[in-house]
């Protein structure tokens, strides 16, 4: 199986949201979850409100019956993940679903495509959740 059909078969898994719709969520209420490594968010920039997790915790932070998740993560929780391009976000809410978030999203595009509409950015560079 190559890296192509991995990404075919967790996108056919979850839903996609357009930046548009991921910042009516982000009002909303969602949480917004920035995958992107520390140098990619000090270069481009972060949305507002966003919380940055390295990928290699994602599912232990969000778990929602996990002892080392965020807090008020539950179930219910509606969580937009947002990567560079929109890839590498398509496997990680497959995985997110998987370990009870069935409301987890994915960020079509990327943070490059909701900086390419205008939407909210500021000055990036914070530490990931560790």
């Known amino acids: 199986m190559s890296a192509e059909d991995l ?16 910042d009516e969520l982000r ?3 969602a949480l917004l979850v920035d995958i992107r490594p520390h140098s990619a968010r000090a270069a481009e920039g972060e949305i507002p409100g966003s919380v940055p997790i390295e ?8 778990d929602p019956t996990g002892d080392h998740r965020l807090p008020n993560v539950t179930a219910d929780t509606r969580v937009v993940v947002l990567c560079n391009e929109g890839y590498a976000s398509s496997l990680a809410a497959r995985d997110l ?8 999203v994915d960020l079509i595009g990327g ?3 909701w900086a390419a509409q205008g939407l909210p950015v500021v000055a ?3 530490p990931a959740v560790p």
């Not at 898994?13 to 357009?18: A, G, L, P």
């Open 7 to 22: 990404l075919a078969e967790a996108r056919a898994e979850v839903d996609r949201v357009t930046p548009r719709e991921a």
């Open 27 to 29: 009002r909303a209420g």
């Open 55 to 62: 990928r290699i915790v994602l599912e232990w932070r969000l």
């Open 97 to 104: 679903r998987r370990v009870g978030l069935p409301l987890a």
């Open 111 to 113: 943070f490059r495509a």
């Open 124 to 126: 990036g560079g914070r």
